[in-house]
Nanobody, 123 residues
Framework: VQLQAFGGGLVQAGGSLRLSCTAS????????MGWFRQAPGKEREFVSA???????TYADSVKGRFTISRDNAKNTVYLQMNGLKPEDTAVYYC??????????????????WGQGTEVTVSS
């Protein structure tokens, strides 16, 4: 499965961006697609993910500001980011997995990764 992510850019604090990630094919029915990010000099961290069945989860740092959604027919997941803060600056990676796991936030559970799209939030 190949993942292509789009939508990053430069935005002022308080602004919005929408990231999208399209998979070349749908993976197993228990799969999930999600977003992780990595800021310069920091570890990769979980942002949000959504199961095909609809269950979602968010990192505490983005709750209430980010919304993940999916278009199953297009094998695409979106991340609407509102109220962006300078600390949201990072390279954002989409990810997908084939198998079930009770958690959505562990990067080790994901089998496929996109190329990353850079988000820069200026203060």
């Amino acid at each position: 499965v190949q993942l292509q992510a789009f939508g990053g850019g430069l935005v002022q604090a308080g602004g919005s961006l929408r990231l999208s990630c399209t998979a070349s094919r749908r993976t197993a029915s228990n799969n999930a697609m999600g977003w992780f990010r990595q800021a310069p000099g920091k570890e990769r961290e979980f942002v949000s993910a959504r199961r095909w069945s609809g269950g979602t989860t968010y990192a505490d740092s983005v709750k209430g500001r980010f919304t993940i959604s999916r278009d199953n027919a297009k094998n695409t997941v979106y991340l609407q980011m509102n109220g962006l803060k300078p600390e949201d600056t990072a390279v954002y990676y989409c990810a997908a997995r084939d198998s079930y796991s009770p958690t959505l936030s562990d990067a080790n559970d994901y089998h496929y990764w996109g190329q990353g799209t850079e988000v820069t939030v200026s203060s």
